[in-house]
């Protein structure tokens, strides 16, 4: 079965700052690549996501990169806030119905 | 429109308990996924369902189960509880059931089993 791998497991950057979060899969047939954001106390959110017919895509100060090749994907936060800091999760998904294989989370704590 | 909905949102039970969980999708939603979240196994797929009907299921014994009603609203049940059973289970829906629907998770359930 797909299994997926993130990186760093935590991360901390001063509020400013750029973050990238990295993530690698093992199976070629994943075409979906979510990423969410996990507050304490609450569900995952859904941030931002990409397919495999796109290698990059952008929504405001986030943005997500897939290379196909290298099975990995990437997670770029521009411009971190203090409300930024939660735990980041990617995963990946195939054509089986929407089951999600996830990587194992990634705290990012943005200093003020 | 409203989130997805889990209730109970906490709830304790003793070892070789059952317990039912709730979970409803957001409104025309009709596929719905259970997720487990422990701190030692991170995400992990329980079992998805659409129109009343399991289509997918993860790596868990038989004692996890689920099913879907004909209004999508889905419900999870773990017979015969084990402290390794205490976990946060989340429920996501999806408008549909194809490979990269997008999916909305609940804010979960706390089950602690003593």
């Known amino acids: 079965g797909e299994n997926v791998e993130q990186h760093p497991s935590t991360l901390s950057v001063q509020e400013g700052d750029s973050a990238v979060i990295k993530c690698t899969y093992s199976d070629s047939a994943s075409n979906y690549f979510p990423w969410y954001k996990q507050e304490l106390g609450k569900g995952p959110q859904l941030i931002i996501d990409i397919r495999s017919n796109v290698g990059e895509k952008k929504d405001q100060r986030i943005a997500v990169t897939l290379n196909k090749t290298a099975k990995h994907f990437s997670l770029h936060i521009t411009e971190t806030q203090p409300e930024d800091s939660a735990v980041y999760f990617c995963?990946?998904?195939?054509?089986?119905?929407?089951?999600?294989?996830f990587g194992g989370g990634t705290r990012l704590m943005v200093k003020p | 429109k409203a989130g997805v909905t889990q209730t109970p949102r906490y709830l304790i039970k003793t070892r070789g308990q059952q317990v039912t969980l709730s979970c409803s999708p957001i409104?025309?939603?009709?596929?719905v996924s259970w997720y487990q979240q422990t701190p030692g196994q991170g995400l992990q797929f329980l079992f998805e369902?659409?129109?009343?009907?399991?289509?997918n299921k993860g790596n868990f014994p038989g004692r996890f189960s689920g099913r879907q009603f004909s209004n999508s609203r889905s419900e999870m049940n773990v017979s015969t509880l084990e402290l390794g059973d205490s976990a946060l289970y989340l429920c996501a829906s999806s408008l549909v059931l194809t490979g990269g629907a997008e999916q909305y998770f609940g804010p979960g359930t706390r089950l602690t089993v003593t």
């Open positions: 995963a990946a998904s195939g054509n089986a119905g929407n089951m999600l294989t």
């Open positions: 409104s025309g939603h009709r596929s």
């Open positions: 369902y659409f129109s009343e009907t399991q289509r």
